[in-house]
């Protein structure tokens, strides 16, 4: 069983920047791939970055690429999400998730979810 918790969410003026912790417990945190997602109010889950389990994979949603970069420590069992230039539009709240599977942009492809953290961006 893998436990997850974000940390790192909060209310930024846009163009600021934060960044999003995830520390996983329990399980093999370096053979799992893992993934940040989003949702905001009134819409679906939504893929943001992954990366696979050695950290030499990463990738982007359209609407985050340039902006976000997904990393890992193996060693602290956390991923993190760095967010710059943020928009109002990234408004949501803000899940990590982890795979075994090399690569998935799929929500369920996931089968471990932290609770969520909650990013607010205003204009």
């Known amino acids: 069983q893998v436990q997850l918790v974000e940390s790192g969410g909060g209310l930024v003026q846009a163009g600021g920047s934060l960044r999003l912790s995830c520390a996983a417990s329990?399980?093999?945190?370096?053979?799992?791939?893992m993934g940040w997602f989003r949702q905001a109010p009134g819409k679906e889950r939504e893929f943001v970055s992954l990366?696979?389990?050695?950290?030499?994979?990463?990738y982007y949603a359209d609407s985050v690429k340039g902006r976000f970069t997904i990393s890992r420590d193996n060693a602290k069992n956390t991923v993190y999400l760095q967010m710059n230039s943020l928009r109002p539009e990234d408004t949501a709240v803000y899940y990590c998730?982890?795979?075994?599977?090399?690569?998935?942009?799929?929500?369920?492809?996931?089968?471990?979810w932290g609770q969520g953290t909650q990013v607010t961006v205003s204009s």
């Open positions: 329990g399980g093999t945190f370096s053979s799992r791939g």
């Open positions: 998730a982890s795979t075994n599977l090399y690569y998935s942009s799929n929500a369920a492809s996931y089968d471990y």
């Open positions: 990366i696979t389990w050695g950290g030499g994979d990463t």
